[in-house]
């Protein structure tokens, strides 16, 4: 079986795009169930594993798209590519912060990170140890990243503020992001980010993680032995994060190094069972769906995220109400209780994507960068 295309990885791919499309278009984000909503601080719940998710996928993708060219090694045109993409995606991300009104007084106060831009960084990274160093120097480097950032934050003390410590705003991660990027971070905080400088660290080891999926699929043979070693190597990740994170909560916003071992586990566990299920049994019906999605992932995100941001500017009538929650107030609350209504209208927003890239695939437009 060529690994090239697997289908379970696109529809993995594109589970995880449209369950960012959902949590990130509700309705009111006044009436949202619970597991559609980001941890308040520790802790994960379903909505915060989408984004390790995307960079574990990146990490897989990286070895399905490169290993016929490792004999290579890291060619003059390999590397531009490389930086092209990175540039591209980290670009998409800005421009994405920037729309859709582009003045310069925005730009002067613009957020610089954002999730394409760790996936930018994540994928250039990983893409140039994937060609620099073997599978055994990618398992230190990642246990390096781990550990090195679990030190610092729990040991380092921070400037201004005392001994080291985890909470929002007085951790060293937020510490550096306003030495840095003082106006230019996250606006419901703006004075620290979710996708700050030093939590780069730990995400970088999710995506070589993905690297190591990658490798360790290729060089198994029989699919049951795959399935078995993705399950059971998922299910000590998953321990180990949980055990970690008795002294280092597993955390979303700062990407601890507990969270990475934790989601990580959980995403080899989804592949594996789509691994098992689509490209081994061949149950392919249910899932094209989400290969539309994943066939286009980069099209999809920045599109639902520009479209969202212009209806949400969009303001109508005396009461100056957005595009957006007029359409939620009138078409779905007033038939609906508030969360129910707000949770179809961003399953509304998904079918209705998925109506687009159902076309796309039929026409064979693939967008990529």
């Known amino acids: ?46 909505t915060d594993l989408i984004f390790p998710f995307f960079l574990f996928i990146v990490g897989m993708s990286i070895h399905f798209a490169y290993h016929n060219k490792l004999r290579d090694g890291l060619t003059k045109k390999i590397f531009l590519k490389i930086f092209r993409r990175t540039l591209i995606i980290f670009g998409l991300g800005v ?45 230190r480097i990642a246990l390096v990243l781990l550990f090195g950032y679990f030190l610092l934050m729990t040991l380092v003390p921070v400037p201004g503020f005392g001994p080291a410590n985890l909470e929002p705003e007085t951790n060293l991660a937020a510490w550096l992001d306003r030495l840095l990027l003082s106006g230019h971070l996250w606006s419901q905080s703006k004075t620290w980010d979710p996708e700050g400088l030093l939590s780069t660290l730990p995400a970088v080891a999710t995506g070589i993680i993905g690297l190591l999926t990658g490798q360790m699929f290729s060089r198994i043979e029989k699919s049951e032995t795959r399935t078995v070693w993705l399950f059971f190597v998922g299910a000590v990740l998953i321990a180990t994060g949980l055990l970690w994170g008795l002294v280092f909560p597993v955390n979303k916003s700062l990407w601890t190094s507990s969270f990475v071992l934790y989601t990580a586990g959980i995403g080899m566990q989804v592949f594996a069972f789509c691994y098992w299920v689509i490209d081994v049994h061949g149950l392919k019906k249910w899932a094209m769906p989400f290969v539309y999605f994943g066939m286009n992932a980069i099209f999809v995100f920045v599109a639902s995220g520009a479209i969202a941001k212009l209806m949400t500017r969009i303001k109508i009538g005396e009461e100056q109400i957005s595009l957006w929650g007029l359409i939620y ?41």
């Open 1 to 46: 079986m060529s690994t090239n295309r697997l289908l379970s990885l696109d529809a993995f791919r594109g589970l995880t795009v449209a369950a960012m499309i959902l949590v990130n278009n509700p309705g009111s984000w006044g009436a949202i169930y619970p597991p559609l909503e980001h941890a308040k601080w520790n802790g994960c719940t379903p």
């Open 95 to 139: 421009l994405l912060a920037w729309f859709p009104v582009f003045s310069l007084e925005r730009l002067l106060h613009l957020r610089v990170p954002g999730v394409l831009q760790r996936i930018s960084l994540v994928f250039f990274c990983c893409s140039l140890l994937y060609f620099k160093t073997n599978w055994l120097a990618q398992i």
């Open 329 to 369: 107030r009138d078409y779905y609350h007033s038939w609906l209780a508030a969360k129910d209504a707000s949770l179809l209208l961003a399953i509304t927003f998904v079918l209705i994507f998925l109506a687009v890239l159902w076309w796309m695939y039929k026409k064979k437009i693939f967008i990529k960068v």
